[in-house]
């Protein structure tokens, strides 16, 4: 995970993929995934593409903190920036980012 994170956030439609690989290849500047990572499945397949690759996770749309966990554990072996955020989960968002 990074400590400070910079780059654009998903600047293309979730499902655009060869438009995020160009973006990805020749931008010059991280991109941060948020609607197109909804599930491990996604993540899988970005993490297929090359270029700066960024995860933003979010407690409610990933299904719940059993599931962020085991998402998180992949990425940090990915070795893929990500970074925790939330809706509107309030009190179990927060403590699942704290966890």
């Given amino acids: ?21 160009i973006l990805l290849k020749d931008g ?10 909804k599930t491990l499945e ?5 993490l297929k593409l090359s270029g700066p690759l960024q995860i933003h996770l979010k407690t409610i749309k990933l299904g719940g903190p059993s599931r962020i966990l085991k998402i998180t554990d992949f990425l940090k072996k990915a070795k893929t920036p990500f970074m925790m955020g939330q809706v509107n989960e309030g009190g179990i968002g927060t403590t699942s980012a704290a966890h």
């Fill in 28 to 37: 010059g500047i991280p991109v941060m995934i948020d609607e197109g990572a």
């Fill in 1 to 21: 995970m990074m400590s400070q994170m910079s780059g654009i956030e998903q600047p293309v439609n979730e499902n655009d993929h060869k438009g995020l690989e």
């Fill in 42 to 46: 996604d993540i899988e397949k970005l």
